[in-house]
């Protein structure tokens, strides 16, 4: 009897099968009292060829627009602006690899106003750039004076604003220390991708991509609420060796110019960093530079340009005489501040904050000249080239008008 049962299920469910139209599947209701299997469906016969030429020749010219709209903006391929540190951690580790005389540690500013092709030129020294956008030096200088390799000079850049800021500039510096002392698989795989696809192709900036550019559209979506649009888009542009410049957009394009201008100019709070945060601040500071110095290495800290609106909010907010001033007093070191440095005056600054390529070079050579006479650790070459001023980079024009 169950042998005729289960001949008659089988029966009816290929007799079902074969009732069923083309491109239908079996469902339960043709199989009763029966386990289902894997559901089936005939596949109807297709030019499967032409349509996947098809499709690749889409995904190719569509993709073709897209890098060619993004380089119309300015963007260019192998640009590793992004914030994810992995080519700092591996500038950062070539201090464990080697012997480093040279490194520049700090913010935005010294990142972006720095030209290493004319350090070494001046010098025959190529610095690393360990400088971090956004964030303090001083996390960066501690992890630096707690490793014994290090016995060069550190170049420290300082916009007090952040170095002196315990509670908002300092998580870039963490994460990317983090990144240096450990680094996933996956995220190594992904960044040996990024190396191989990245010089090709400036779609892949992480600042312009359509889901970060979508965010943009509306200013305020909820109000009250500091939304993308309020934040900073664009600002540098870098490559794999450290070096790093203002995006060369922001020297032309105004509108781009005043929006990063009105970020910075929201981003310190109105009222000046209490007594208490500064000392602490000058402490860990001298701690770290005399464990550089017990080694044979040594620090000098630099102070770039910023522009008149930004230099008012800036003293207000701390002082030069409570933070550089008793800074280098504190720890007893040597500084270079760009009211004290004559090539840095009206240089150009499209934003406010950073200055631009070619202004940068001039500032460089200022700076590092300046260096070379406060720490025997840089000497100048014999063939160095000859100095730069401010009309290396600033037309008759301009700086008539300022």
């Not at 119309?72 to 914030?83: A, F, H, N, T």
């Not at 191989?196 to 200013?219: C, K, N, R, W």
């Not at 305020?220 to 600002?235: E, I, N, S």
Request: hydrophobic share 40%.
């Amino acid at each position: 009897m169950a042998s005729f049962i289960s001949s008659s299920e089988e029966t009816t469910v290929e007799t079902s099968h074969q009732a069923l139209p083309s491109g239908l599947r079996l469902t339960a209701a043709d199989r009763p009292g029966v386990a289902q299997p894997v559901p089936e469906r005939d596949i109807p016969d297709q030019p499967w060829r032409t349509m996947s030429l098809v499709v690749l020749v889409l995904v190719i010219l569509l993709t073709s627009a897209w890098e060619w709209k993004m380089r119309s903006l300015k963007l260019v391929p192998g640009d590793e602006s992004d914030g994810t540190y992995d080519s700092w951690a591996r500038l950062r580790h070539q201090v464990d690899k080697r012997d480093v005389p040279v490194l520049i540690l700090g913010d935005s500013r010294i990142l972006y106003d720095t030209d290493l092709d004319r350090v070494a030129q001046l010098t025959g020294v190529r610095p690393i750039q360990l400088a971090i956008v956004g964030s303090s030096g001083l996390p960066i200088l501690e992890d630096i004076a707690d490793d014994s390799h290090f016995k060069g000079l550190a170049i420290v850049g300082m916009a007090e604003t952040a170095f002196f800021d315990t509670k908002h500039s300092v998580a870039r510096p963490k994460e990317a220390l983090e990144l240096s002392h450990w680094e996933s698989p996956s995220k190594r795989a992904s960044y040996q991708i990024q190396r191989v696809i990245s010089p090709g192709l400036a779609m892949l900036d992480e600042d312009y991509q359509l889901s970060t550019l979508i965010f943009h559209l509306d200013p305020d979506w909820r109000p009250g609420v500091r939304g993308p649009y309020h934040d900073v888009w664009k600002v540098g542009e870098s490559g794999t060796d450290g070096q790093a410049w203002i995006w060369r957009r922001l020297e032309h394009d105004q509108r781009l110019a005043d929006h990063a201008r009105s970020v910075w100019h929201q981003l310190f709070p109105p009222f000046p960093i209490d007594d208490k945060s500064i000392n602490a601040i000058l402490a860990r500071t001298k701690t770290a530079v005399d464990k550089i110095r017990a080694r044979g290495g040594d620090v000098v800290f630099v102070r770039p340009p910023s522009g008149p609106d930004m230099r008012a909010i800036e003293d207000k907010h701390v002082p030069r005489a409570r933070a550089w001033d008793a800074l280098l007093a504190y720890t007893h070191t040597n500084g270079i501040h760009t009211d004290d440095l004559p090539a840095s005056q009206n240089l150009i600054l499209p934003e406010g904050s950073h200055l631009t390529h070619a202004c940068a070079t001039v500032f460089t050579d200022a700076y590092i000249r300046s260096v070379a006479q406060l720490t025997p650790m840089l000497h100048l070459k014999p063939d160095a080239p000859t100095a730069l001023s401010t009309k290396d980079c600033v037309s008759p024009s301009v700086a008539r008008a300022e």
